[in-house]
């Protein structure tokens, strides 16, 4: 009717995965949209592989500023998307998209970010140049975390995986400074590193556990593990229980929410005690 005031549509992004109902992150977004006053939304959305270019193209039609990007579907949404960042090309996965308004995708990878940001709140002293990394794991999140250290300046990165034939394909990707191990030689590998990292989902609530013996690893080196549930693994009791400095996976996944909060909502969120506290108990 004439004279009516139009209301502004409230921005709307979520996360999609298959299956989602792990995923924290519907708790993070929303206690900054509380935080910061912001009358959005961020949803949760379980999508099939098969679904996933459909889905993704009907969501700007309903609102959608953009969608975060998990398991399995990391890959393929960079495949999916009109465009992408430079370092989403170069890992070779996205997690962060971000609808135009002509309904175009655009595809970043704000992993590596988040890595490096929680590695560096958590052991400001760590540094990726002081030796050797031993990656575990070849899928999406190992590609962003290798593309992180060599960025950081890694001079040599042990990646070793289940499959070898993976690990190898990401050697290939990344160049000669990534060395692939087989799984069963991990532990050799341990010699000499600074940086310990898994990217699998050994040791997560209801995964088989990592069986790794961490003997060979220098006492000097700092341990992270992606899995934040349970938040201190069993890798991480073993590193720390050894000597080493420890980063829990809750971190990587805090730092790599605030790009795509910042896109979609307009406002650039901190990182602290506070968030990680609600995303904890949610």
Not at 46 to 51: C, G, H, M, S, T
Not at 68 to 88: G, M, Q
Not at 241 to 268: K, N, T, Y
């Amino acid at each position: 009717m004439a004279g009516m005031k139009q209301i502004e549509r409230p921005p709307v992004a979520g996360v999609i995965g298959d299956p989602i109902g792990q995923s924290r992150s519907p708790v993070l977004h929303g206690h900054w949209l509380g935080r910061y006053g912001i009358r959005g939304y961020y949803v949760p959305l379980e999508v099939r592989p098969a679904d996933l270019a459909e889905v993704l193209r009907t969501l700007p039609k309903m609102g959608f500023r953009g969608v975060n990007v998990t398991i399995p579907h990391k890959e393929a949404a960079l495949r999916i998307a009109d465009s992408a960042s430079d370092r989403a090309a170069l890992i070779g996965a996205a997690n962060t998209l971000t609808f135009h308004g002509d309904g175009r995708i655009h595809a970043d990878n704000t992993d590596a970010y988040g890595f490096l940001a929680n590695m560096r709140q958590t052991v400001p002293a760590w540094r990726a140049d002081a030796g050797p990394a031993v990656v575990l794991g070849a899928g999406g999140a190992a590609r962003a975390i290798i593309h992180a250290l060599l960025d950081a300046g890694a001079p040599e990165i042990r990646l070793a995986n289940r499959t070898r034939a993976r690990a190898e394909l990401l050697a290939d990707h990344f160049g000669a400074r990534v060395q692939p191990v087989d799984w069963i030689e991990a532990e050799r590998a341990l010699e000499g590193a600074a940086t310990l990292v898994n990217t699998t989902s050994l040791g997560m609530r209801g995964k088989p556990p990592l069986n790794l013996r961490i003997e060979a690893l220098p006492k000097a080196a700092v341990v992270a593990d992606i899995v934040y549930t349970p938040l201190m693994t069993d890798l991480l009791i073993r590193a720390e229980a050894h000597g080493c400095r420890v980063v829990d996976g809750l971190g990587m996944l805090l730092h790599q929410a605030v790009p795509g909060f910042e896109s979609w909502f307009g406002v650039r969120p901190k990182v602290d005690s506070e968030l990680r506290q609600a995303v904890l108990a949610g």
